[in-house]
């Protein structure tokens, strides 16, 4: 079946303007996380949903970071007001809850770069 | 909050040889260990896991380990492909108590020449 899908692909944005970064998870997959990816880098935590409830955005780095997924299904990751160090590459997650270990598939990622 | 580290940060084998990947923890409340392969352009893809009730893991050429005490794991992989060459992340999260977002290491860039 179809994997974690995210577009666009890559994003040029100058500094100031706002970016949409969208997400396709898996069907059925309840769990959707939001990560960051600065280069050489691993991921940093940004924002949890379980179906269309935002239950930890405590990674997002500041209130220009905006994410939602209103039908529980797709999700879109939002940064107003672009700054330079916004650029990396923008990973988003789906899985099924587990008791213990949510298994964690990842989209191809978005690389945003801010000029 | 969680911390990991990971060590090394590169690592160069010969293709048949075996390599050995160390990550550390702070929270000993952490109880699920992924491992993740990133190729150049792709997001992770997970290659093997293991929860805390295990010691060790094994699919065909790769290995995991966790010592709870000490609050480390390590991945191996043996008979080294060129194909197992990319960047590998260790991660930690604390499943459904924390609502399973993952704390990665900084990730090691593994070549395997051929």
């Known amino acids: 079946g179809a994997g974690v899908s995210q577009s666009p692909r890559y994003k040029v944005a100058k500094r100031g303007q706002d970016v949409a970064l969208r997400c396709d998870p898996i069907?059925?997959?309840?769990?959707l996380f939001w990560y960051q990816q600065a280069l050489g880098q691993g991921p940093e935590f940004l924002t949890y949903?379980?179906?269309?409830?935002?239950?930890?955005k405590s990674g997002l780095p500041s209130d220009r970071f905006f994410a939602e997924r209103p039908e529980g299904s797709v999700s879109t990751l939002k940064i107003q007001r672009t700054q330079q160090e916004d650029s990396a590459v923008y990973l988003c997650a789906s899985s099924l809850p587990r008791l213990v270990g949510e298994t964690q598939y990842f989209g191809p990622g978005t690389r945003l770069l801010v000029l | 909050g969680e911390n990991v580290e990971q060590h090394p940060s590169t690592l160069s084998v010969q293709e048949g040889d075996s390599a050995v990947i160390k990550c550390t923890y702070s929270?000993?409340?952490?109880?699920?260990f992924p491992w993740y392969k990133q190729e150049l352009g792709k997001g992770p893809q997970l290659i093997i896991d293991i929860r805390s009730n295990v010691g060790e893991k094994k699919d065909q050429r790769i290995a995991v380990t966790l010592n709870k005490t000490a609050k480390h794991f390590s991945l191996h992989i043996t008979e080294t492909q060129p194909e197992d060459s990319a960047v590998y992340f260790c991660?930690?999260?604390?499943?459904?108590?924390?609502?399973?977002?993952?704390?990665f290491g900084d990730g090691t860039t593994l070549t395997v020449k051929p």
């Open positions: 929270d000993s409340a952490s109880n699920y």
């Open positions: 949903f379980q179906n269309e409830a935002q239950l930890d």
């Open positions: 069907s059925g997959h309840v769990s």
């Open positions: 991660a930690a999260s604390k499943g459904r108590a924390n609502a399973g977002k993952s704390t």
